[in-house]
């Protein structure tokens, strides 16, 4: 069955210290993946999206993430945390092979940030 | 930069009232979706919309439910007869050449 993992509802880190939030996939056909933001009361915000290119994709805010086919991950990273970073992400995958297609999301991540 | 816009931001209406609740995709995007996000659980997608008609559905997206493009610019999801159980925040999301689904900010619903 298709799925959507998030490791960790919660992720607390030390400003400037490293972010990395998992996601994996299950999948037998290769998906288009996704990772949005969610600020407190506010939508969801697109970081970056795999859409079959480059595996590893830099998106807004100084996040990046590499496609593993071989481990079925999508885990998004940033070197060195800000406080402003603190939000809910959600790894979120199409897996029709179409772009159109509707998003699984996974039970999202919490990041907190500490001075 | 061109956005999804969704009215009203928040909803309060009692159990078994009709509740309309309405986006306007980005303007030259011709696929529309409604998903749902009940509070600390994850988003879940409700239908897709593309050409007038419904694309796909999922299991919650049932009787009580119905999508609409009722002009060329809004795109609404109306609920008949609410149960506390819908409540959630309700996102809007569009589609372009992009390959990237644009959320709106959501209506926050509360059933009564």
């Known amino acids: 069955a298709q799925s959507v993992t998030q490791l960790g509802s919660h992720v607390s880190v030390s400003e400037g210290a490293l972010v990395l939030l998992r996601c994996n996939y299950s999948s037998s056909v290769p998906p288009y993946l996704f990772w949005y933001v969610q600020y407190p009361n506010q939508g969801l915000q697109l970081l970056l999206k795999y859409t079959s290119a480059a595996t590893l994709v830099k998106g807004i805010n100084g996040f990046e993430a590499e496609f593993k086919k071989s481990e079925t991950s999508f885990h998004l990273t940033k070197p060195s945390a800000h406080m402003s970073d603190a939000a809910e992400y959600f790894c979120?995958?199409?897996?029709?092979?179409?772009?159109?297609?509707?998003?699984?999301f996974g039970t999202g991540t919490r990041l907190q940030v500490f001075p | 930069e061109p956005e999804v816009t969704q009215t009203p931001s928040h909803q309060v209406t009692q159990m078994g009232q009709e509740v309309i609740l309405r986006c306007v995709p980005i303007s030259n995007h011709l696929y529309f979706y409604w998903y749902r996000q009940i509070l600390g659980q994850k988003v879940e997608f409700l239908v897709s919309?593309?050409?007038?008609?419904?694309?796909?559905k999922s299991e919650i997206f049932d009787d009580q439910f119905s999508v609409e493009r009722p002009d060329g610019s809004n795109f609404t999801l109306k609920i008949r007869s609410t149960k506390l159980e819908d409540s959630a925040m309700y996102f809007c999301?569009?589609?372009?050449?992009?390959?990237?689904?644009?959320f709106g900010p959501g209506t926050r619903l509360l059933v009564l």
């Open positions: 919309f593309y050409n007038n008609e419904i694309s796909e």
């Open positions: 979120a995958v199409s897996f029709g092979g179409y772009n159109t297609d509707k998003l699984i």
């Open positions: 999301a569009s589609i372009g050449t992009e390959e990237t689904q644009y």
